[in-house]
């Protein structure tokens, strides 16, 4: 039997400034944002500039830090999936924002989909990719057991109806294909540091926040097994200057670097990084 109760009180510190609990679900050991806005209402608060996985912008230091980090990530991500040795090579991004992974793809001959609802984003990710992107209603249309491996790069955060968007995942993997998740981790070091100031918690934006019992416990109701944990490194280090910013003001980069390689050095012991990739597997594949 689950309890829940309060983890943290926190607020929206890049649009609205709203206040927000977060709930801890013991059953589960995950944080769940409180309250969750409407689903007609949940668009308005990704209205921002500074929203930058909807822009290819490099206005100022976090911008050009992440735009940095994302190219380094960019081979990580497809070597990744290379070495699933998939045999048609179908890839269905979700979130795919502007559209650069699914690019990235694409050039090593993979065929390519993807998912992202904000219109700005689609657009810039549409002129990429050969028009390969589709807002969020196409996704349950998509045909059954068409891909070979689905990715999510910080998107399951975002997802309401955790249930219903898991047991899709399933639907649409092939028997053997490969599930791919990146969410940020509230048991790293940079969390516990940082508590309310945390970057990576983006309330109301960010509806859930993982753990790895968290991951495991609910994509095996769908039969999608735990099968590799890997560290995202860099996120360390750009979610530490965007903490920075919300607790003093300015993102004091030499603090932030030193909380992130602190975070990082931590979690060689811990194997808690401030993001992980999670891969699932189908068990009857």
């Known amino acids: 039997m689950s309890s829940k109760s309060t983890y943290l009180t926190l607020k929206d510190h890049s649009v609205s400034g709203e206040k927000f609990q977060l709930i801890y679900n013991s059953e589960l050991d995950m944080l769940e944002t409180f309250p969750q806005p409407e689903a007609e209402k949940l668009a308005d608060y990704y209205k921002s500039e500074d929203y930058i996985s909807h822009t290819d912008t490099r206005r100022n230091l976090l911008e050009k830090v992440y735009h940095l980090v994302r190219n380094i990530s960019l081979k990580r991500k497809l070597k990744l999936i290379n ?23 694409q050039k090593d001959n993979w065929l390519i989909t993807g998912i992202e609802p904000n219109e700005s984003a689609r657009k810039i990710a549409n002129s990429k990719t050969n028009n390969s992107v589709f807002e969020i209603e196409k996704l349950a249309n998509l045909k059954p057991n068409s891909f070979d491996v689905i990715t999510l790069w910080h998107v399951l955060e975002h997802l309401p109806n955790l249930d219903m968007h898991i047991a899709l995942f399933k639907k649409l993997l092939k028997p053997n294909g490969t599930l791919v998740i990146a969410v940020p981790n509230y048991k790293s070091f940079d969390a516990q540091h940082y508590k309310n ?49 919300y607790k003093s003001g300015y993102m004091n980069p030499f603090k932030s670097f030193w909380i992130g390689w602190r975070s990082n050095f931590k979690a060689i012991r811990t194997e808690e990084y401030s993001s992980h990739i999670y891969i699932l597997k189908s068990s009857n594949s």
């Open 83 to 105: 070495s699933f040795n998939s045999d048609q090579k179908t890839l269905l991004d979700i979130g795919c924002g502007t559209g650069d992974f699914l690019e990235t793809a």
């Open 197 to 245: 100031f945390w970057a990576a918690y983006d309330v109301p934006r960010h509806l859930w926040h993982f753990s790895k019992t968290a991951i495991s416990k609910l994509f095996q109701k769908e039969h999608l097994n735990l099968v590799k944990v890997l560290p995202m490194k860099f996120d360390a280090y750009y979610v530490c200057l965007l903490s920075e910013k």
